[in-house]
């Protein structure tokens, strides 16, 4: 027996156009004509479409499903098994998401709640890029430091935002103005601002130790929506990320080598 496209569309769930795709690829051609010249599918040919359809459920691309049918020895089972594998990693991230859709929910309900213009008078030109937001929960999300920050920052009320808000600011100004002095970053001065940010985010948020400021200075200089968090793109200068990273950097190597003669002078005391 053969089928005619429109047969075989509407028995197999699949378009014309798809099967026409099929037969110009070369990944099903019908192995029938009939004497008008149309396509005829003989049984051959729909079992080929199933083992098709199959791979495709399963996320397959076609050039993938041709190898692996083109090819008689080509092992389908390591096909299945890497397929298998990345449907696995499709869905971890997808289950993130919901954690971050959730979390974001739960920010919403318990965050103060800002009309447009108390939003601008709090956080002036700072970028808060939700890309970055769910980015950053993916990175981070696992870890209890950024669980804790996410949990204060929604429980501050308007005034706790504009009061933090108002030292970020502040500290930003020595920031650039240390920048554009030319101090070098292992200056005391800037690694005292360093120090600064580092006891701003403790105080706001979570626990802040030098290792895990080092990292999160890391984001700064290789992610720019994470920077436009500290200094707007409007103040921003040119090194200024790198910059800023030094000066964390040098300050935890600073506090490394103090807490090492606190524990010294402690022995000796005793």
Known sequence: MSWS??????????????????????LLSPSERSPAGYRLYGSADLARLQQILFYRELGF?????????????????????????????QITRLQKLVDVAERAIEVRNLGVDLTPEERFEVFGDVVFDLSYATDAHLKWGDREGHQESMARAAAHSKEDWRQLMAEAGAWRVRLLAAFDEGRPSHDERVLDLAEEH???????FTPCPPEMHCRIADDYEADARAFALVVPPAEQRPGLAAYLRAA???????????????????????
């Open 198 to 204: 580092r006891q701003h985010i403790t105080r706001w």
């Open 248 to 270: 964390i950097g040098a300050n935890a190597e600073r506090r490394a080598g103090a807490d090492v003669n606190d524990a010294n002078d402690a022995k000796e005391a005793q």
């Open 61 to 89: 691309p076609l050039e993938e499903i041709a190898t692996i049918l083109a090819d008689p020895q080509a092992n389908a089972l390591d096909h299945l098994r890497a397929r298998r594998q990345a449907l696995t990693e």
């Open 5 to 26: 496209v429109g047969q075989v569309s509407g028995f197999a769930g699949v378009t014309v156009r798809t099967l026409h795709h099929y037969d110009r690829s070369g």
